[in-house]
């Protein structure tokens, strides 16, 4: 039996969750999913340029977990450009360190820390906001397990 797998630190949700090519409904297409790990392994190697021994300790794990999931995210995403499907990032076993609000209203994106809920967008002054970590399941989770750690 396979141990369980621990959570992996993800910095920020993403703001965008799905993608597919202009044309084709999204009924249409199979679907890929990237889970949340996948995505922080390709933002922090190719997006950021970090290297696998930095990028694993910042995800809170191993180097060679780190280069196997990347890899594993790489072939996803190639995947989703060469035969076109529909790429959907969400799940895995994470914790976010940090938030993003976005407002309902006008689209204005901003970091928000875990423990705190913002009432209204500093953009417009809208009360409608989305919690992009909630969206996934997230928040007060992630903020006790990165609490615990930096004990």
Known sequence: MPRPQKKRSVNFPPSWTSFKPVGIRSKELETISLGLDEFEAIRLADYEGLDHAESAVLMEISRST???LVERARQKVAVFIIEGQRLQIDGGEIHFQGNVIQCAVCA?????PLNEQPTECPA???PSLIDL???HGHGHCCHRHHR???R
Do not use: P, T
Request: proline share 0%; charged share 30%; hydrophobic share 30%.
């Open 124 to 126: 417009c002054g809208s």
């Open 108 to 112: 204005h994106q901003f970091a928000a």
């Open 148 to 150: 615990r750690n930096r």
């Open 133 to 135: 970590a909630d969206r």
């Open 66 to 68: 780190f280069s196997r």
